[in-house]
């Protein structure tokens, strides 16, 4: 098949192009990452909000490191909803081990929407002490100059919302964690800062850090009570009231906990699927960016000796890439990284090919419904339409980008 074959060839150099574009961002936004933290006179105290659920792998690492913040004045609040939850056996590990850190432990049963996380921060919220907030993701651990740097760009002009990228460290070392790892670095995070670059502003649930007064001019954490993705529902409605999404200079690493290759997928097809609904145009294009996949493509097609070492070039390339991200990053080396590619870009391909055939999502459990979202100029009585309609199905979920 020649005619296929040239396709191929064609695609996987624009793919190794794409990922060299990517490498590119890397690089300029690790340079980013080493600037020192900015010295103020005088910082505003912060409320960092950590919804929690169940005792996730390296949970109290995790929280740890925002027991350690480099940072004058900040209040801690953990939420559970269950006071059964084992997380709150480990927050209050975390009283005893940080005595002078103001730890709070929030525990409502009270549900206020299908969103559990949103539902567990509406319960959090009044007892933020300061008008600062910091929401995190329970499996992020953070540098020790995170907190200034997030409100740092937080205080500069126009800039209403903050969020983060975060790379990746594997709770296991199983082959599934270290392919997670993979993608997360190597995968999201160069698309992301590509994206950055073309002029998105997406916001990411690793970090949303905001005003209080920001928060209460869109609705508050209730209108965010029936989205599948808050992080990016909450982007799209600041920005449509004129505000930015800026991206701080801080890298925080997400815990990948999956051990095995079957919880994986249904995780990254998750991802997939949702992304797709938010942007079906960007997410179609996205599968061009498998270099590898398309040189053994273009191979299979036309057993040749160009085509096979077009694949030995891609490969090649690819690995280099991919190793330097890891070394600019400062992320942990991944064995065998070369011989990991081809299957990691395999499984994401064959991802953004499933990601096609159905419109449902595993999420601790249960099986949701996602759409895509409202338009936000429309208003926030817009979303609550669509999550009155969703009713109907007996799930009321928007999507958006959720880790």
């Known amino acids: ?22 490498w590119w961002q890397v690089k300029r936004f690790a340079t980013l990452l080493r600037s020192p933290a900015a010295q103020e006179a005088a910082w505003p ?30 209040q801690l609040v953990c939420g559970v909803q269950d006071p059964k939850d084992p997380a709150a056996l480990v927050v209050e590990r975390l009283q005893h081990r940080f005595p002078a850190q103001d730890i709070t432990l929030v525990v409502n049963p009270a549900r206020h929407g299908t969103n559990g996380k949103v539902s567990n ?34 205080r500069a002009p126009g800039v209403e919302l903050v969020t983060t990228l975060y790379g990746a460290l594997p709770a296991n070392p199983s082959l599934a964690a270290r392919l997670g790892a993979l ?10 800062l590509i994206g950055r670059q073309l002029g998105r502003e997406d916001c990411f649930g690793a970090t949303m850090a905001l005003r209080r007064e920001t928060l209460q001019a869109v609705g508050g954490f209730e209108v965010l009570a029936d989205r599948l993705a808050d992080d990016a ?23 990948v906990s999956e051990a095995r290759i ?7 097809l998750r991802w997939a699927r949702t992304i797709r609904s938010l942007a079906p145009f960007g997410f179609l294009f996205s599968i ?87 338009n936000p100029k429309a208003g926030i009585s817009a979303l609550d339409k669509s999550a009155k309609a969703k009713g109907a199905l007996g799930v009321k979920q928007t999507v958006g980008i959720e880790r």
Not at 128 to 153: E, F, G, N, Q
Not at 183 to 192: D, K, R, T
Not at 233 to 239: A, C, E, P, Q, Y
């Open 1 to 22: 098949m020649p005619f296929l074959s040239g396709i191929a060839v064609g695609l996987s150099v624009i793919g190794l192009a794409y990922s060299a574009a990517g």
């Open 45 to 74: 105290p912060v409320s960092v909000l950590k919804p929690l659920h169940d005792d996730e792998p390296l949970l109290e690492q995790a929280l740890s490191s925002f027991c350690t913040q480099d940072y004058p004045c900040f």
């Open 121 to 154: 921060l509406i319960n959090m919220l009044s007892s933020a002490r300061y008008d600062y907030l910091v929401i995190s993701d329970a499996d992020i651990h953070a540098p020790p100059d995170y907190l200034r740097k997030v409100i740092t760009a937080l």
């Open 183 to 192: 993608h997360i670095v190597c995968g999201f995070l160069p698309s992301a």
């Open 233 to 255: 529902v909450l982007g799209r409605l600041i920005r449509a009231k004129g505000g930015h999404v800026a991206l701080a200079a801080s890298l925080p690493a997400t815990t």
């Open 262 to 268: 079957a919880a994986l997928l249904r995780h990254e």
């Open 288 to 374: 061009l960016q498998y270099p590898i996949v398309w040189a053994m493509i273009a191979l299979i097609s036309k057993a040749a000796l160009p085509n096979v070492l077009l694949l030995l070039c891609v490969w090649l390339a690819r690995s280099y890439l991919a190793k330097d991200e890891l070394r600019l990053l400062a992320q942990r080396s991944l064995p065998l990284i070369s011989l990991l590619l081809p299957l990691r870009e395999a499984l994401s391909f064959a991802i953004v090919i499933a990601s096609w055939f159905g419109n449902t999502v595993d999420w601790r459990g249960r099986s949701i419904i996602v759409d895509r979202p409202p």
